[in-house]
């Protein structure tokens, strides 16, 4: 079955833990990225990568990184994690020349 | 990329069409025009996704005039599982940026 996943899809720490979000896709694609979502504000990007070892940042980068050394896979770092970092994040990928990417599930992260 | 506008919610009952429409007045030529739906803590869903005219699937229906400044997307027929946000995305699919969410519209559908 095609999809993204996420771990873990919980996670409640405290400021300055570092923790990492995992992601992966089983389809091949060579864009993915990371968003994060709060109420009131929508979707906003964090992270983007088009493809091995190439990584930008979207609208809301700081406080975060990112890393892509294998096609399937696109961690998202939170080095030093502060309460605004409190947020329900989504991993995304999308195969070259196509409009439609595919969500994973979603990390509820609380950051206290 | 082009900004988007989006009614913030609109409400429907079981069985009517709804039309959702969204404005992108500086939409690029090689742009093209994508919808979502999201449920409560679910990640955005693909619906459908065009470049002009009328393009429909078996989910929805996506009418794109052809000064390409809006676009409404037609939900036929809702259902109470139709309840959802709708996100109107624009873009071009060789951007690495892979294309902005706006605030979507919030469509509540009643019995």
């Known amino acids: 079955e095609a999809q993204v996943t996420q771990n873990p899809r919980y996670l409640i720490t405290v400021t300055g833990k570092k923790l990492t979000v995992t992601c992966s896709q089983n389809?091949?694609?060579?864009?993915m990225s990371w968003y994060r979502q709060d109420p009131g504000l929508g979707l906003r990007q964090i992270y983007y990568?088009?493809?091995?070892?190439?990584?930008d940042k979207g609208d809301v980068p700081e406080g975060y990184k990112v890393s892509r050394k294998e096609k399937r896979n696109f961690p998202l770092i939170l080095e030093s994690p502060s309460p605004n970092q409190t947020s329900l994040y989504f991993c995304?990928?999308?195969?070259?020349?196509?409009?439609?990417?595919?969500f994973g599930p979603g990390t509820r992260l609380t950051v206290t | 990329l082009a900004k988007t506008t989006q009614p913030i919610s609109m409400d429907s009952y079981e069985g009517q069409e709804v039309n959702i429409t969204c404005s992108h007045n500086?939409?690029?030529?090689?742009?093209?025009i994508t919808w979502y739906q999201q449920f409560p803590s679910q990640g955005p869903r693909f619906i459908i996704q065009?470049?002009?005219t009328k393009v429909t699937n078996e989910v929805a229906s996506l009418f794109i005039p052809a000064d390409r400044k809006s676009s409404t997307l037609s939900l036929p027929r809702v259902s109470l599982s139709d309840t959802a946000v709708y996100y109107c995305?624009?873009?071009?699919?060789?951007?690495?940026?892979?294309?902005?969410f706006g605030g979507g519209t919030r469509l509540m559908v009643k019995p």
């Open positions: 389809m091949n694609h060579e864009y």
């Open positions: 500086n939409i690029a030529t090689n742009d093209y």
């Open positions: 995305l624009v873009g071009g699919n060789n951007a690495g940026n892979m294309l902005t």
């Open positions: 990568s088009m493809n091995v070892e190439v990584t």
């Open positions: 995304a990928s999308r195969g070259d020349g196509s409009y439609e990417q595919y």
């Open positions: 065009g470049y002009k």
